[in-house]
Nanobody, 118 residues
Framework: QGQLVESGGGLVQAGDSLRLSCAAS????????MGWFRQAPGKEREFVAS????????YYADSVKGRFTISGDNAKSTVYLQMNSLKPEDTAVYYC???????????WGQGTQVTVSL
């Protein structure tokens, strides 16, 4: 199924934008869905956004609706997260995930750090 590898994180100022990318190394695999999660220091990992390829539908956490956009290409096992109007509370390690079912996430990336300063 390949290892998921995230890229695009970095240090930005509040109000800036970043685009995260996630691609599977090695053989591509058609997932049922792919998504992004994040974990801030001292907090649990939380859902950010996901896309169900067969439905063509996207889902977002309330905290990022209207600011973040998920997109990608399932044939290439890639997913992106466009993050606009970033806030300091968006600071976290962002993880890419992929799933073959709707009930669990099967594959996780190593994460990429996003830091938003005032």
């Amino acid at each position: 199924q390949g290892q998921l590898v995230e890229s695009g994180g970095g240090l930005v100022q509040a109000g800036d934008s970043l685009r995260l990318s996630c691609a599977a190394s090695g053989r591509t695999f058609r997932w049922l869905r792919m998504g992004w999660f994040r974990q801030a220091p001292g907090k649990e990992r939380e859902f950010v956004a996901s896309i169900v390829w067969s439905r063509g539908r996207t889902y977002y956490a309330d905290s990022v609706k209207g600011r973040f956009t998920i997109s990608g290409d399932n044939a290439k096992s890639t997913v992106y997260l466009q993050m606009n109007s970033l806030k300091p509370e968006d600071t976290a390690v962002y993880y890419c995930a992929a799933a073959t079912t709707l009930s669990t996430w099967n594959n996780w990336g190593q994460g990429t750090q996003v830091t938003v300063s005032l």
